[in-house]
Every structure is written in C-alpha cells, then in structure tokens.
C-alpha cells in the first residue's frame, strides 16, 4: 500500500477494534432476551457492526493501488463482511464470533497473546466454560425456584444458552436467570473465539516456520555460491 492508504488503515484501526468489541454485547442483547426493546438494539447494533466492517473493506479498496494484493493481504476483513452478514439463518448466526478475531491486531506481539492460543490457552479456557456451565446451571435453578428442574435440566439449559443455540427451554422468568444466560453466553463467544484464534496463530506460526527455513537455506545457497566464485 502507498502512504495515503496506509494513513487511512491506521485511522481506521481503533474504530474497528471497537465494533469488534461490541459484538459481544450484541449477541447478548439479542438472544437474552426476545422482549423489547432489548432484542430491537441488540439486532440494530448487530446491523451496525457489519456494516462498519463492510465500509472499512469498501474505502480501503478504492484508495489502495492494487485491489487483488490488499484482499490477499486481509483475508480475515474480507471473511468477516462475507461470513458474518446480520440477515443469516438463526442456525448460523454464531459465525459472528468471527469478528472478534480483529482482536488479534492487539495482541499480535504479546506475551499474553502466545499464552491464551497456545494449547494450554485452550485448555485452560475449555476447562472454565465447563465450570461455568455446570455453575451457571446450578445457579439457573437456584433462582428459577417456581420451576421443577432437573439435573439433566439445569445442564441442558447451560449448554443451549452456552452456545447461544437457544432452544427455549426451560425458559427464564426472572432477572437473576436473564442475568446468568448473559454470563454464559459472554463466555461461551469468548471460548468460541480463543478456539478459532488459536487455530489461525497456529496455522499463521507455522506459515512463518516455513518462510524462515526457506529463507535459511536460499541464505546459505548464496553464501556457498558467493564461496565459489571469489578466486
């Protein structure tokens, strides 16, 4: 990219970063509760972060010089206008998560972003979406007290609501239980999204991996050529 594209790129980076930021609280709005006007802002706000995402990849490719090379470059903006439109079917409305990889610009160099994808990362978030799911259940039938829930009840309203799948039932009559779904639901798109994190840094590494050692031995080619042809 020429200077001027770049400048525009930079300006862009902060807004950006926190539209991705707001999707988790609009996935929380517009599943937690179907009453309005909370399912009404959260799906505004739903609309508003994807079309933020699509006019970032519109004004980059009329002031950049070469369209081809920056969609090549940016694959992950270009998935996220593709991928993550509002007007999906419910059953795909996860991919959403998927905008929170932008995230990743923040964390590209850092310590703490080598910890979280690593494979104890995963492991460690894995083991804390199973606590709150087993938690969160308990503390569901806890305040969800004028219901007849089961063990099997609790769990099963946990992962649904986990998942941001949503199937209804049991259904939630109380602040406390709408409280506790959006606490299960945060954490289930942050799961979602350390897990695809974590297997684009480990295919991005060991994309690098292999440039490195092609260019350690087209390195050492040319030292041996350079050997040859000094007398």
């Known amino acids: 990219m020429d200077t001027r594209s770049q400048e525009i790129e930079r300006r862009l980076e902060v807004p950006l970063l926190v539209f991705a930021l707001l999707t988790i609280p609009a996935i929380a709005l517009e599943f937690a509760d179907q009453e309005e006007p909370w399912h009404a802002i959260g799906t505004a706000l739903n609309w508003a972060i994807w079309l933020a995402f699509v006019a970032e990849v519109v004004i980059m490719l009329r002031v950049v010089p070469d369209r081809g090379r920056w969609l090549r470059d940016h694959p992950l903006d270009l998935a996220i206008v593709v991928f993550t439109p509002p007007f999906l079917p419910a059953t795909l409305q996860a991919a959403r998560v998927f905008r929170l990889l932008r995230l990743l610009r923040l964390l590209k160099a850092g310590v703490l972003a080598r910890r979280v994808f690593s494979t104890e990362g995963v492991r460690d978030a894995a083991v804390l979406t199973l606590i709150a799911v087993l938690g969160g259940g308990a503390a569901f039938a806890a305040v969800e007290d ?8 609790r769990v099963w309203w946990a992962i649904t609501t986990v998942t ?4 209804g039932t049991p259904e939630v009559a109380t602040d406390g239980g709408r409280i506790i779904g959006i606490c299960l639901m945060v954490t289930g798109i942050g799961f979602v999204a350390v897990l695809t994190a974590a297997a684009a840094e480990r295919f991005v590494r060991t994309r690098r991996e292999e440039q490195r050692v092609v260019q350690d031995q087209l390195a050492e080619i040319l030292r041996r050529l350079d050997s040859l042809e000094r007398p």
């Open 146 to 153: 004028d219901q007849d829930l089961s063990a099997w009840d």
């Open 164 to 167: 941001t799948v949503g199937y």
